[in-house]
């Protein structure tokens, strides 16, 4: 079973640029997107059925703008669309929902804002979140997604430069590893340990050419799953006009 993640940094714009024969190649069981940027409401049939994929949405209230999204070839059982943050819900950046050999949760976490304004909701979002993760640690969970932090320094190209800055400070590193801590495996570092596999570049500076990203969407398994793990990727050649390459899991 092949599952891929990714910030497609608005789904419209991809469609536009091959997107429906991107998934027809690759052919996951399933997929699971971050910042759709699109109401659940404007949604065309076309990408709500194709492929024989069951869709699931969460849209955020604010028009174009973060959201995510689940297509699953196997029929899923929604559980949740709330983490039971107010303003979190209502950006619709949470989706968990039942498969038949796990359940999936699908997240796209605050990136905390340029000048660092949100980084205290970033934190708040994330302490809710590893609470309720340790809550079902114990269950079969695949947890994908954009985190928006590069977990060690081998998660970005220039971890010096850094240190201090927003996506990579200690406070955000450390909700990395709580995550680990609680038993959830970054299935990535699982199979490869070596540098320079990034997932998101900045659209400045040529980054993307020069390689100059940071590992910041993850796909983690709870320990019930290790045994079943096949192998993890990241897609760098894959950008469609998003800032960010699919990533993913075999099981």
């Known amino acids: 079973?092949?599952?891929?993640?990714?910030?497609?940094?608005?789904?419209?714009?991809?469609?536009?640029?091959?997107?429906?024969?991107?998934?027809?190649?690759?052919?996951?069981?399933?997929?699971?997107?971050?910042?759709?940027?699109?109401?659940?409401?404007?949604?065309?049939?076309?990408?709500?059925?194709?492929?024989?994929?069951?869709?699931?949405?969460?849209?955020?209230?604010?028009?174009?703008?973060?959201?995510?999204?689940?297509?699953?070839?196997?029929?899923?059982?929604?559980?949740?669309?709330?983490?039971?943050?107010?303003?979190?819900?209502?950006?619709?950046?949470?989706?968990?929902?039942?498969?038949?050999?796990?359940?999936?949760?699908?997240?796209?976490?605050p990136h905390g804002g340029r000048d660092k304004h949100d980084l205290n909701y970033k934190l708040k979002v994330y302490q809710q979140f590893l609470k309720y993760l340790g809550q079902i640690k114990d269950a079969k969970i695949i947890l994908t997604g954009?985190?928006?932090?590069?977990?060690?320094?081998?998660?970005?190209?220039?971890?010096?430069?850094?240190?201090?800055?927003?996506?990579?400070?200690?406070?955000?590193?450390?909700?990395?590893?709580?995550l680990i801590n609680l038993g959830y495996i970054d299935t990535f570092r699982y199979f490869y340990q070596d540098g320079g596999n990034y997932s998101w570049w900045s659209y400045m500076r040529k980054s993307r050419e020069r390689n100059l990203g940071w590992r910041i969407d993850y796909t983690f398994a709870s320990s019930k799953l290790t045994p079943k793990l096949a192998d993890a990727f990241i897609l760098k050649d894959i950008s469609l006009g998003s800032d960010h390459s699919p990533v993913g899991v075999v099981i």
Request: contains cysteine.
């Open 1 to 109: 079973m092949k599952i891929i993640s990714w910030n497609v940094n608005g789904l419209r714009s991809v469609i536009r640029k091959g997107f429906l024969d991107w998934v027809k190649r690759e052919d996951p069981d399933v997929l699971c997107l971050q910042e759709i940027k699109i109401q659940e409401r404007e949604i065309p049939f076309d990408l709500r059925i194709f492929n024989n994929y069951n869709s699931v949405f969460n849209s955020s209230r604010k028009k174009g703008y973060a959201g995510v999204a689940v297509y699953a070839k196997d029929k899923p059982t929604l559980i949740s669309k709330c983490l039971k943050l107010e303003r979190f819900d209502d950006e619709g950046r949470f989706l968990q929902i039942k498969l038949p050999e796990f359940d999936l949760i699908n997240v796209y976490l």
């Open 146 to 178: 954009d985190f928006n932090i590069a977990h060690e320094d081998i998660d970005l190209a220039r971890p010096n430069e850094n240190k201090e800055n927003l996506m990579f400070t200690p406070a955000e590193r450390l909700q990395i590893d709580n």
